[in-house]
């Protein structure tokens, strides 16, 4: 079912408007640097809903792609004489990380469920693992610091609306991907993966082509965060940079890339400010407790995700509506 009110094209562009005026009216340089990564950090959340909402492929892994592009674009700014040749490194990055996503997939998509699920853990940190000890081209621990980037990605306003024009470009990608026959494909699969085989869809070429797309989508957010940060560390290909993915998808919604990218805001603003309180008072210094409480509140209460279980009420809600018109334009044909 697509998404009604939240796919709603005028709200959408209001929402979309509202953002691009945002730094002509006295913004902090703190609040629209918040909100670059979170325009950054939607993308890699509906990289991964690509797999988990519309495939129902669930990866531990994910973090590898993110990754591969952070360290693609880090590595080559940092060989490269001139920085303004930033497109040709994204190039680079995507082609790299579509080769590791369809090594990735060959290898493992041909077992299922938690196996799946095991094995790109495997490799994610095997991927950590080289980033770590490669340390003539990767930094090792200390990471890549000091990333050259063109000038127009220093100045913070620019950077701000090269960033959400980045988020928009890759949300209607991505929505073009979901609504075309392909994702119609995708979504079948995530129902019943054997009906979609019975009905003569080649299902692991269908997976291998999701997980290629949610892969270049990652890499690119990862580039963007290499841009953004200046700095690449093995931290991009740790699980939690996984987890966090999961966690902004399940926030949001699972199969609703708006969800992603509220689940993105939800997480960063909530890190920010949580971590703010513990040099407030001594209780807030375990505050990644209160950060799972928070989740867990959102879990119980919205069991769909924000995005979705809002989305199945207003879709319960209308259904009830029209039930109500029927029976009372019933009743009055009876009266009649």
Known sequence: ????????????????????????????????????????????GMSYDLLLGYTGIVSFGHAIFFGTGAYSVGILL?????????????????VFSAVVALLLGVLSLR????????????????????????????????????????????????????ALGF???????????????????????????????SLGYNVLQYKLVSIVISGMVAAMAGGMWAVLQRYVSTTVFSLDQTISALLMTIIGGVGTLTGAIL???????????????????????????????IYIVIVMYFPKGIIGTIRDKWARSSERGKRDAAQTDQRGKSVL
Do not use: C
């Not at 060989?79 to 190039?91: D, G, H, I, R, T």
């Open 1 to 44: 079912m697509r998404e009604r009110i939240f796919n709603n094209k005028w709200l959408l562009a209001a929402v979309l408007v509202l953002l691009a005026i945002l730094p002509f009216v006295g913004t902090s340089q703190f609040l629209m640097l918040m909100l670059i990564q979170v325009f950054i950090l939607a993308v890699y």
């Open 78 to 94: 940092t060989k490269m004489e001139n920085p303004n040749l930033l497109f040709v490194a994204f190039l680079i990055a995507i």
């Open 111 to 162: 077992v299922k469920d938690v196996y799946f699920s095991m094995i790109t853990l495997a490799f994610a940190e095997l991927f950590f693992i080289v980033a770590e000890k490669w340390s003539s081209l990767t930094g090792g621990n200390d990471g890549i610091p000091y990333i050259r980037v063109p000038e127009l990605f220093r100045e913070r306003v620019s950077l701000y609306f090269i």
């Open 167 to 197: 988020l928009v470009v890759m949300f209607l990608f991505l929505r073009r991907v979901v609504d075309s026959p392909l994702g119609r494909v995708l979504q079948a699969i995530r129902e019943n993966e054997r009906r979609a085989e």
């Open 263 to 293: 689940g993105a805001g939800v997480i960063t603003f909530a890190n920010e400010w949580l971590s703010s309180l513990a040099s407030v008072h001594p209780i807030f210094e375990r505050w990644l407790i209160f950060f799972g409480i």
